[in-house]
């Protein structure tokens, strides 16, 4: 009967240290998928910032570009204001000799 009482003692405390095993198992593969989960994350999260840089990159270079395309449009721009100052000047001094001569055409 001691022995009986032994064994019932014996199962049960096995059953419960197997129950125990089993849930610990079960946290277990719990643990290990949310640690997937998170490895997965950061690998995506990793490639999107690898995509981000060189996303940046390619818009700061876009930028650079942009920026000597107007540098030297202005600076056509300003060639063309020279130019035409430069025509200006030849057209008031040809109207100043012009209006000289019918001055003094007109004073004869």
Same mark, same amino acid.
């Not at 840089?53 to 930028?63: P, Q, T, Y």
């Not at 060639?79 to 209006?99: P, Q, T, W, Y």
């Given at each position: 009967?001691?022995?009986?009482?032994?064994?019932?003692?014996?199962?049960?405390?096995?059953?419960?240290?197997?129950?125990?095993?089993?849930?610990?198992?079960?946290?277990?593969?719990?643990?290990?998928?949310?640690?997937?989960?998170?490895?997965?994350?950061?690998?995506?999260?990793?490639?999107? #910032?690898?995509r981000l840089?060189?996303?940046?990159?390619? %818009?700061?270079? =876009?930028?650079q570009l942009?920026?000597? !395309? $107007?540098? *030297?449009? #202005?600076q056509v721009?300003?060639?063309?204001?020279?130019? %035409?100052?430069? =025509?200006?000047?030849?057209?008031?001094? !040809? $109207?100043? *000799?012009?209006?000289?001569?019918?001055?003094?055409?007109?004073?004869?």
């Open positions: 009967s001691d022995n009986e009482e032994l064994r019932k003692q014996c199962a049960s405390e096995s059953k419960a240290h197997d129950e125990e095993v089993k849930s610990l198992r079960k946290e277990m593969e719990t643990i290990v998928a949310e640690k997937q989960k998170v490895n997965e994350t950061n690998t995506r999260l990793k490639a999107e #910032i690898v840089k060189e996303e940046r990159d390619n %818009l700061v270079s =876009g930028f942009l920026k000597i !395309e $107007a540098n *030297e449009k #202005i721009g300003n060639r063309r204001i020279g130019s %035409l100052r430069k =025509g200006k000047e030849i057209i008031v001094a !040809e $109207a100043e *000799e012009a209006c000289t001569s019918l001055q003094e055409k007109i004073m004869q």
